[in-house]
């Protein structure tokens, strides 16, 4: 094995990197570009091994899509790992380490809500410590990689990846971007018990048009700017080791092949020093996009653009050589690429421990804390939507109920669609959570598949608690809807039980938000508790019964109907609106206004917010002023609010959003208690990229507030000067 500098830990990485760089042929080089699938090994171990050996592969992939949702059925091999990495480092020439990638999304063995529902927590740290306990359990058996966290931005629910994204609004996407790239990778890379993150898909894939995957996208300058790239540039900042290239069409250059924001803005606009790794086969589909003729000139777009590694087709390893040697390319290209890669290699301590240790699972996987912060996480994401007379949590005195629905005993459900390593029978379904949370109460139940007969158990019970949802095969990747609903029959299910005259709590457990209309006419309590992983039903009863209260707030508009789709809070001000006022519409047959809006969710106190005040009325563009006010939870029981900062920007050098979350803080508070709540303004809370094309603060007056969802009035103005 071949030693040197670049196997002294005590080296600055950029030193090992260039000494390793020094050393490599450039079949090595663009070996280290290239990523083959787990199934590889599988179908000819020996030919594999030969290629590992001659160091072909830079990096392996532990995941199909295909299994997404297939609840267990590829588990990792830690032993099989290990073998591949030991030839990796004992018996090529260099010896450089393999890099594991797995689709490790929101969970391990210990499975934690969705990010579209962890989002509604509104608690970053808790995310963070929730994906430092994913990181710890997947890198105990062999991941090194995650390719999470996702950050497109959504607007259009009917696309089955929303249940990915934390949603519709970029500083809300930015917070939870930067507590996964912490959650991941610890504060130091390195810690054999992080992952490497990666942000995804770069960028605007979320826009796919009518909502179905993997179709074009169409944002603007303005808004791409202004919204979808800026949690991609907390993610920068945070260090994020990767980010991944999407599949859409942007405007006429798929993104895989866009230069423009992947060398010139991340690259060089932002000094980013992480790899890009293509989406799955993303770089075959330039083919398809239209904007290369064959695999060669695909390459040439993809590696151009600035995608550092490649995902699973082969092209770069059988192209790349041929096209520096024309002169399409330039050689030092390659070396940028592979530095990149190596840096990911060295921050995760690789070098220094390329295998791993199998006996750490068994002390690791579903570790005690982890449940417990699985259940908090949990908790937290849920979002009470509607709780008519208090029905929530269950009185004391009721003592019988009727738990039906397609949830009531679900398992797998629970884990989402995009989860490898959870398994059902490690769920808590919502039936067994109650009935340990309550054992001297009685939970009754019915086979959901026959509604005659819920609606005869319901008939026995004081109160129903119906559980409805999509189940995971109905989202996800390539699984879009074209009817904003919940799947068939739910709906008449719950008027059936809605027309019993019981108190009639309907718990959600759809990925994504979706308008019920009979839950709105007939369910005393609308709870929409999401898809929160293992921990679900424990999480679920202890909402219920006022164990726990309820927080979340919602991180996406939820529409009256599919017609109102695209609508999200952070719309541009409409010129009619003003000249029109009350003839403003919108439609003929359909209120403008959403059925509920982002950043709302009720809990089982009330708060009020008094004394909002600046410390000035007025700052220079580099100055800062200070928000505050004083928060009291003015009911009987204990609670927690997410106090919300607005701003609006009512005239500027581009049309602005009627208002912009540009803060938050969750607080708890005991009944009766007070907390002075403040908020620092500073010029990244002004500013925004307008018609000069950059990020900047345009002077003159703003109008904000803080409040309790995005219907926040702004009472306050903030005079900005120029500087
Ligand atoms: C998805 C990515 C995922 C990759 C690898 C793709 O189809 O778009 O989000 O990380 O597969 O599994």
Redesign the pocket.
């Known amino acids: 094995m071949i030693t040197g500098v670049f196997r002294d830990a005590s080296r600055p990485l950029a030193e090992r990197v260039a000494d390793l760089l020094s050393r490599m042929t450039r079949e090595e080089k663009i070996g280290q570009l290239g990523q083959v699938r787990m199934s590889d090994y599988e179908k000819n171990r020996s030919a594999y091994l030969d290629g590992v050996r001659a160091g072909k592969w830079g990096s392996r992939?532990l995941?199909?899509?295909a299994?997404?949702g297939d609840g267990g059925a590829s588990a990792l091999k830690v032993e099989q790992l290990n073998e591949i990495q030991r030839v990796a480092v004992e018996e090529s020439r260099l010896g450089i380490p393999i890099l594991y990638?797995?689709?490790v999304?929101y969970g391990h063995r210990t499975v934690f809500p969705i990010p579209h529902s962890y989002a509604a927590s509104f608690n970053p740290d808790l995310v963070q410590r929730a994906l430092s306990a994913v990181a710890a359990e997947a890198s105990s058996e062999g991941v090194h990689w995650t390719?999470?966290p996702?950050l497109d931005l959504v607007r259009d629910p009917r696309w089955g990846?929303v249940i990915?994204s934390p949603g519709e609004d970029p500083y809300l996407s930015s917070r939870m971007a930067v507590a996964a790239v912490r959650g991941f990778q610890g504060e130091q890379f390195g810690g054999d018990k992080s992952l490497l993150a990666?942000a995804?898909?770069f960028a605007g894939?979320g826009g796919a048009e009518g909502g179905r995957d993997y179709d074009t996208t169409e944002w603007t300058d303005n808004t791409l700017h202004n919204m979808i790239l800026p949690p991609f540039r907390a993610a920068a900042k945070a260090g994020v080791a990767s980010m991944?290239a999407?599949?859409n069409d942007l405007g006429g250059t798929p993104v895989s092949s866009s230069r423009a924001l992947m060398r010139d803005w991340l690259k060089g606009e932002l000094d980013w020093n992480g790899f890009i790794v293509s989406?799955?086969?993303?770089i075959f589909d330039l083919i398809g996009h239209g904007v290369a003729g064959d695999e060669r000139a695909a390459t040439l777009r993809a590696f151009t653009a600035g995608i550092d590694m490649e995902?699973i087709a082969g092209f770069y390893e059988r192209n790349i050589g041929a096209l520096i040697d024309s002169g399409e390319m330039p050689a030092t290209w390659l070396d940028d690429a592979v530095s990149r890669i190596l840096l990911a290699k060295f921050r995760a301590g690789l070098f220094e421990h390329p295998c791993t240790d199998p006996s750490r699972a068994a002390t690791t996987l579903r570790h005690p804390d982890h449940v417990a912060l699985a259940v908090e996480l949990a908790t937290q994401s849920m979002v009470l939507l509607k709780n008519k007379n208090n029905s929530l949590p269950l009185a004391p005195t009721l003592k019988k109920f009727a738990v039906l629905g397609p949830y009531a005993e679900a398992r797998r459900e629970h884990l989402g669609s995009?989860c490898l390593d959870g398994r059902p029978n490690e769920v808590t379904s919502i039936l067994d959570g109650l009935r340990t949370a309550a054992p001297e109460k009685e939970f009754i139940t019915a086979n959901a598949a026959f509604s005659d007969a819920c609606v005869d158990v319901a008939r026995q019970a004081e109160c129903v608690i119906l559980c409805v949802g999509e189940s995971h095969l109905r989202n996800g990747?390539?699984k879009s809807i074209a009817e904003l609903a919940l799947p068939p029959g739910q709906e008449q299910l719950i008027a059936a039980l809605g027309g019993l005259g019981l108190s009639l709590i309907v718990v959600d457990c759809s990925g994504r938000y979706l308008p019920s209309p009979a839950a709105e006419a007939h369910a005393s309590a609308i709870l929409h508790a999401g898809c929160l992983g293992t921990e679900a039903g424990t999480a679920i009863a202890r909402v219920l019964l006022g164990h726990a209260y309820p927080s979340g707030k919602l991180p996406m508009t939820i529409p009256r109907s599919t017609g109102q789709i695209p609508l999200y809070y952070n719309r541009k001000t409409v010129g009619k609106t003003v000249t029109f006022v009350d003839r403003y519409r919108g439609y003929e047959e359909q209120l403008l206004t959403p059925l509920y809006r982002f950043g709302y969710g009720l809990g089982y106190t009330t708060f009020t917010l008094a004394n909002q005040q600046l410390s000035a009325a007025t700052m220079s563009a580099d100055g800062a002023v200070t928000l505050r006010a004083t928060l009291t939870n003015t009911g009987a029981r204990a609670g927690a609010e997410v106090v919300q900062f607005y701003i609006c920007d009512p005239v500027a050098s581009t049309s602005r959003p009627g208002r912009e979350l540009k803060g938050f803080q969750r607080v708890e508070l005991a009944p009766g208690a007070s907390r002075v709540v403040t908020f620092k303004i500073t010029a990244a809370e002004l500013e925004f990229y307008g018609a000069r094309f950059h990020w900047e603060v345009e002077p003159g007056e703003f109008r904000l507030g803080l409040g309790f969802d995005s219907a926040a009035p702004l009472p306050l103005t903030l005079t900005v000067m120029a500087s």
């Open positions: 992939i995941a199909e899509t299994w997404a990638g797995r689709d999304i390719f999470s996702m990846r990915e990666c995804k898909h894939y991944m999407g599949f989406d799955w086969g993303s995902m995009w990747e390539n």
